[in-house]
């Protein structure tokens, strides 16, 4: 299978960053080099599988260099990712598109850069017994992760399309209020809102323990059903002085997404474990494997989702228009690909 021969070629790049320890991205093989620290935030959602993979199973670890040293931190949102970046609290972290795009925006084009893809697919609206049509919509309250991530947007923009009108402070035709994930599942469970447009597995445990049923499913309303739902950004500055370290982190990326693909048994049970461990909520392992199949891991950023969600968030008002031109930067990625032997992903 093409995963496992992924896997082979990077156990072989992995084990020659691991022996790199005396070498530098200031000096040649035998110099002297200096520590670094890898500071590496996540999230602990199933759309984060990959990152989740890579720490626990230690396979980011394995393909960093002697001199490195990996520490993680995961967040409930977005926005929190963001804010530890820019207070340089972080170097590099997991996220989705929007808070992505806002960071970039935010710096005028100078932060973070998007070094890889993670994960595509996996959101939809759930909606509770009653409501068929998007007609059947009016006066509902529904939720979104945060105001502004990535499913926020979403709902905004496809409620926009449906002839609706929201605003930031919950008001307008339908009510759209940003709470986090497992609030959203008991509010909808206790009747409190009409439905949820969320990431997985709270689509899945929304339709299993709320009776919801999907009316969106975001898959349908994409080009070949593709979107990036997570991807890897890092900090420009921290590119710029350890390109070497962000090569090997992307080494790690890219052998821990293959995992995920060639054993998806074992990589589930490593998500629940860890889900449960930083949550204290258990998934069920059908729900896990419900959602499981509503996604597609990949190290493709899937760049032409970018500009329309970008555009979607400026539509409904939650970002000034942005030029994204530079926020990628694919040349380690593609150095990675190349060296296991893998087609490379074209520069947006």
């Given at each position: 299978m093409r995963s496992r021969s992924i896997l082979l070629g990077l156990a072989?790049?992995?084990?020659?960053?691991?022996?790199?320890?005396?070498?530098?991205?200031?000096?040649?093989p035998g110099e002297p080099t200096e520590p670094v620290e890898l500071r590496l935030g996540y999230f602990p959602n199933v759309t984060h599988?990959?990152?989740?993979?890579g720490i626990e199973n230690g396979i980011i670890a394995d393909a960093l260099a002697g001199n490195v040293t990996l520490s993680t931190q995961f967040f409930n949102a977005g926005t929190?990712?963001?804010?530890?970046?820019?207070?340089?609290?972080?170097?590099?972290?997991?996220?989705?598109?929007?808070?992505?795009i806002n960071a970039f925006a935010q710096s005028n084009g100078e932060a973070v850069r998007i070094i890889a893809g993670a994960a595509s697919g996996g959101a939809a609206l759930v909606?509770?017994?009653?409501?068929?049509?998007?007609?059947?919509?009016?006066?509902a309250k529904l939720a979104t992760p945060s105001l502004g991530n990535t499913q926020d947007v979403a709902l905004r923009a496809w409620l926009t399309e449906q002839g609706y009108t929201t605003d930031l402070e919950g008001g307008g035709d339908v009510s759209v209020l940003p709470q986090a994930n497992g609030d959203a599942l008991q509010a909808f469970?206790?009747?409190e809102i009409d439905g949820a447009w969320v990431p997985e597995p709270w689509a899945t445990r929304?339709?299993?323990?709320?009776?919801?049923?999907?009316?969106?499913?975001?898959?349908?309303?994409?080009?070949?059903?593709?979107?990036?739902?997570?991807?890897?950004?890092?900090?420009?500055?921290f590119l710029e002085e350890h390109p070497d370290v962000?090569?090997?982190?992307?080494?790690?990326?890219?052998?821990?997404?293959?995992?995920?693909?060639?054993?998806?048994?074992?990589?589930?049970?490593?998500?629940?474990?860890?889900?449960?461990?930083?949550?204290?909520?258990?998934?069920?392992?059908?729900?896990?494997?419900?959602?499981?199949?509503?996604?597609?891991?990949?190290?493709?950023?899937?760049?032409?989702?970018?500009?329309?969600?970008?555009?979607?968030a400026t539509e409904v008002g939650l970002l000034d228009p942005v030029d994204l031109?530079?926020?990628?930067?694919?040349?380690?990625?593609?150095?990675v690909l190349a060296e296991a032997g893998e087609p490379e992903i074209p520069a947006p």
């Open positions: 072989l790049l992995t084990g020659c960053a691991a022996g790199a320890e005396t070498a530098s991205s200031d000096g040649g599988a990959t990152a989740i993979v929190d990712a963001v804010e530890a970046l820019f207070s340089e609290a972080i170097d590099a972290t997991f996220i989705g598109p929007n808070p992505a909606v509770r017994e009653g409501i068929e049509t998007p007609e059947d919509l009016a006066d469970i206790l009747g929304m339709i299993e323990e709320g009776e919801g049923h999907v009316l969106v499913d975001e898959h349908d309303l994409w080009s070949n059903g593709e979107f990036v739902t997570t991807h890897l950004i890092v900090a420009t500055s962000v090569k090997q982190l992307l080494t790690g990326h890219v052998a821990a997404s293959a995992f995920v693909n060639e054993s998806p048994d074992e990589a589930q049970q490593i998500v629940a474990d860890t889900i449960f461990e930083l949550t204290d909520t258990e998934l069920p392992k059908g729900t896990l494997a419900t959602a499981w199949k509503n996604l597609t891991f990949t190290v493709d950023p899937i760049a032409s989702s970018l500009e329309e969600s970008a555009a979607d031109e530079g926020i990628y930067d694919l040349t380690l990625l593609n150095e």
